[in-house]
């Protein structure tokens, strides 16, 4: 399928609380998302399949966006800062919020942990923090498949 790249963890693991700008530029963390499931995704824009996934993350936020669930996609570029929110413009993004990390701390800290291998890389986080599935690569995040896992991921953190 269109996530089928996606490898689910045996068991929950605890993530760190990885550290980005919020949308107003201030310090916001993985924990400000407690109690949703999030899809977790680094991206930058010169990462050409970073830029090719971005609206099917769009249409998927914007079909599964809730207090249950959230897509929170992290920008990493490091120079040119204005460049991934006039990116997002162009390509018509109107549903994710902008979040940022100018010093690419967070994918390094994936990367150091083995978690992520390159971009794009993607972590399905439950509403405990822990991981769920990490994904390395892009995805079709509006396909059938990808919306049946995250169904079934906020589904699985109601029971």
Do not use: H
Request: net charge negative.
């Amino acid at each position: 399928g269109e996530v089928a790249a996606m490898a689910i963890s045996k068991a929950p693991q605890k993530l760190p609380d990885y550290a980005f700008n919020g949308p107003d530029g201030q310090k916001t963390s993985l924990a400000a998302f407690a109690g949703k499931t999030v899809l977790f995704n680094l991206w930058a824009t010169w990462c050409v399949p970073c830029r090719a996934e971005m609206p099917a993350l769009d249409k998927l936020q914007a079909e599964f966006g809730s207090d249950k669930f959230q897509v929170v996609a992290v920008n990493i570029d490091t120079t040119r800062l204005d460049k991934p929110k006039a990116f997002l413009e162009e390509a018509g993004v109107k549903s994710l919020t902008f979040y940022s990390d100018p010093k690419a701390d967070v994918f390094q800290e994936l990367k150091s942990g083995g978690k992520a291998l390159g971009l794009p890389a993607t972590l399905l986080v439950g509403p405990d923090g822990c991981q769920i599935g990490a994904l390395n690569g892009p995805a079709v995040w509006d396909s059938a498949d990808a919306k049946a896992l995250i169904a079934d991921a906020v589904q699985a953190a109601l029971r």
